[in-house]
């Protein structure tokens, strides 16, 4: 059976290798792709009749224009990227021969002044990406939105061209994914997404001048994962309760709100019941009080990410979100854990605090962290080994400062909790005072330690 396969395998990688590549000239063929990328190309080249290749690449190169026939001897392409050229022109007939085979169209980081009309006549046109050209409202051509409304489910726009919502969206009634990477508009009309409000699953708003989270998103009823990022001119006043405060986004599980000058827990959430991710990295939440937390208690979030938020220690309010197995502290001004600062936490799984000036853990930190199993502390000045640990017998990774841990007969107690406590602990980490990783420091040295031999107490830590 092995030499039938080994045979197969052979035969198969040799009838590709027959296939010839449509320009062997300036591009190269692989697989099911040509690759025509990254040539400094200034046109599109000539293809040769192909009936095998799939997938064109010709991003990052200097073409200006897509003159018609330019893909018509490509018979069985689907996707074609087309990012980061110059583009400014698309010919009407630029797809004419590959209408009904191009899925998927990449036309972002080009110089194009409006939506291509061309892209009309693909008939089965799934998904297209037009972000970051200068297109502004006017042109989103009113006939082509029409002609790749009931199929496009994929749209990628936006730039600071764009000083208005383009109402010709209202055709694409098959919408499911529409992210919008930037705009000078400072408000959406209660009708921005009116034709695909009963279709659209993602929605991504970012880089925008918009002042308040717009109340066309309380009529997305299938919305389940929201992405409003990098709108600086949010701020708390523009986290409007009135745009989400009614049930119809009870399908909502994933939102973002980063870097939008947020300086407190948003009060939406406490309309927000079934959402179990909340990502708010970047604003400054220096202070977090019960308050603003409260809001959050009973929700279902599970998944909490505060990197990057000039946080100085752990929100005490953060222990009343019992729900949370996935916590995220990087990139802050930490610089202790004491014993209350993750009480309440016993269904945490994943603590991530790399990236802060961290340099002591009291004794007693992690007694609630029952189910902890994964702990990063890497990037930080911690130099003890944290006694806290004995609490994580479900802990499977830590993750410690390279070259910072002291590394001596003190840390026989690891050692011993490792061997008895907690058998499928892996450390990561080097010790300071020796040439080691921890992990082979505590293999390699402590067994010759004096104390070695004491007996070891595990604490009892069950997870439930």
């Given at each position: 059976?092995?030499?039938?396969?080994?045979?197969?395998?052979?035969?198969?990688?040799t009838?590709?290798?027959?296939?010839?590549?449509?320009?062997?000239?300036?591009?190269?063929?692989?697989?099911?792709?040509?690759?025509?990328h990254d040539?400094?190309?200034v046109?599109?080249?000539?293809?040769?009749?192909?009936?095998?290749?799939?997938?064109?690449?010709?991003?990052?190169?200097?073409?200006?224009?897509?003159?018609d026939?330019?893909?018509?001897?490509?018979?069985?392409?689907m996707?074609?990227?087309?990012?980061?050229?110059t583009?400014?022109?698309?010919?009407?007939?630029?797809?004419?021969?590959?209408?009904?085979?191009?899925?998927?169209?990449?036309?972002?980081?080009?110089?194009?002044?409006?939506?291509?009309?061309?892209?009309?006549?693909?008939?089965?046109?799934?998904?297209?990406?037009?972000?970051?050209?200068?297109?502004?409202?006017?042109?989103?051509?009113?006939?082509?939105?029409?002609?790749?409304?009931?199929k496009?489910?994929?749209?990628?726009?936006?730039?600071?061209s764009?000083?208005?919502?383009?109402?010709?969206?209202?055709?694409?009634?098959?919408?499911?994914?529409?992210?919008?990477?930037?705009?000078?508009?400072?408000?959406?009309?209660p009708?921005?997404?009116?034709?695909?409000?009963?279709?659209?699953k993602?929605?991504?708003?970012?880089?925008?001048?918009?002042?308040?989270?717009?109340?066309?998103?309380?009529?997305?009823?299938?919305?389940?994962?929201?992405?409003?990022d990098?709108?600086?001119?949010?701020?708390?006043?523009?986290?409007?309760?009135?745009?989400?405060s009614?049930?119809?986004?009870?399908?909502?599980?994933?939102?973002?709100l980063?870097?939008?000058?947020?300086?407190?827990f948003?009060s939406?959430?406490?309309?927000?019941?079934?959402?179990?991710?909340?990502?708010?990295?970047?604003?400054r939440?220096?202070?977090?009080?019960?308050?603003?937390?409260?809001?959050?208690?009973?929700?279902?979030?599970?998944?909490?990410?505060?990197?990057?938020?000039?946080?100085?220690?752990?929100?005490?309010?953060?222990?009343?979100?019992?729900?949370?197995?996935?916590?995220?502290?990087?990139?802050?001004?930490?610089?202790?854990f004491?014993?209350?600062?993750?009480?309440?936490?016993?269904?945490l799984?994943?603590?991530?605090?790399?990236?802060?000036?961290?340099?002591?853990?009291?004794?007693?930190?992690?007694?609630?962290?029952?189910?902890?199993?994964?702990?990063?502390?890497?990037?930080?000045?911690?130099?003890?080994?944290?006694e806290?640990?004995?609490?994580?017998?479900?802990?499977?990774?830590?993750?410690?400062?390279?070259?910072?841990?002291?590394?001596?007969?003190?840390?026989?107690?690891?050692?011993?909790?490792?061997?008895?406590?907690?058998?499928?602990?892996k450390?990561?980490?080097?010790?300071?005072?020796?040439?080691?990783?921890?992990?082979?420091?505590?293999?390699?040295?402590?067994?010759?330690?004096?104390?070695?031999?004491?007996?070891?107490?595990?604490?009892?830590?069950?997870?439930?």
């Amino acid at each position: 059976m092995a030499w039938l396969l080994l045979a197969l395998s052979v035969s198969m990688a040799t009838v590709s290798a027959q296939i010839p590549c449509p320009n062997n000239m300036v591009c190269s063929c692989t697989d099911t792709n040509i690759e025509c990328h990254d040539r400094a190309l200034v046109a599109v080249p000539v293809f040769t009749s192909d009936s095998h290749y799939t997938t064109l690449h010709l991003e990052n190169n200097m073409i200006e224009t897509l003159p018609d026939d330019a893909f018509k001897n490509l018979q069985k392409v689907m996707i074609i990227f087309l990012r980061n050229n110059t583009i400014n022109t698309v010919s009407r007939n630029a797809f004419r021969g590959v209408e009904a085979g191009i899925l998927h169209l990449d036309l972002a980081q080009n110089n194009l002044t409006e939506f291509p009309l061309a892209a009309g006549a693909l008939e089965n046109l799934m998904r297209i990406d037009v972000s970051n050209n200068p297109i502004d409202e006017n042109h989103f051509d009113e006939h082509t939105m029409y002609d790749i409304g009931d199929k496009l489910t994929r749209l990628d726009f936006g730039s600071d061209s764009l000083h208005q919502w383009p109402n010709t969206l209202r055709h694409l009634q098959a919408l499911e994914v529409l992210n919008v990477t930037g705009g000078s508009f400072y408000t959406l009309p209660p009708t921005a997404f009116h034709g695909f409000e009963g279709t659209l699953k993602t929605l991504s708003i970012q880089h925008t001048q918009l002042i308040a989270l717009p109340f066309a998103l309380s009529k997305l009823r299938f919305l389940d994962h929201l992405y409003f990022d990098h709108n600086h001119a949010i701020g708390d006043s523009g986290i409007l309760i009135t745009s989400l405060s009614n049930d119809t986004l009870t399908n909502l599980q994933y939102v973002s709100l980063v870097d939008d000058n947020l300086t407190y827990f948003p009060s939406l959430l406490r309309f927000l019941r079934n959402v179990h991710t909340l990502i708010l990295d970047s604003n400054r939440l220096a202070f977090v009080s019960d308050s603003s937390v409260a809001v959050a208690v009973g929700t279902a979030i599970t998944t909490l990410s505060l990197r990057n938020c000039s946080l100085s220690r752990v929100p005490g309010a953060l222990s009343k979100l019992t729900n949370l197995t996935k916590l995220d502290l990087t990139d802050n001004q930490i610089r202790s854990f004491e014993n209350s600062d993750f009480q309440n936490m016993g269904r945490l799984t994943t603590l991530t605090v790399t990236r802060n000036p961290l340099e002591f853990i009291a004794n007693e930190t992690f007694k609630d962290l029952r189910c902890l199993q994964q702990l990063d502390i890497m990037e930080s000045n911690i130099k003890t080994m944290p006694e806290a640990i004995r609490f994580l017998r479900n802990l499977t990774t830590l993750t410690l400062p390279l070259d910072k841990i002291e590394c001596t007969c003190n840390i026989v107690w690891l050692k011993q909790f490792m061997e008895v406590c907690n058998t499928n602990l892996k450390i990561a980490g080097s010790c300071e005072t020796i040439d080691s990783p921890v992990a082979d420091y505590l293999r390699a040295h402590i067994p010759n330690c004096p104390n070695y031999a004491s007996q070891t107490q595990c604490v009892s830590s069950t997870c439930t």
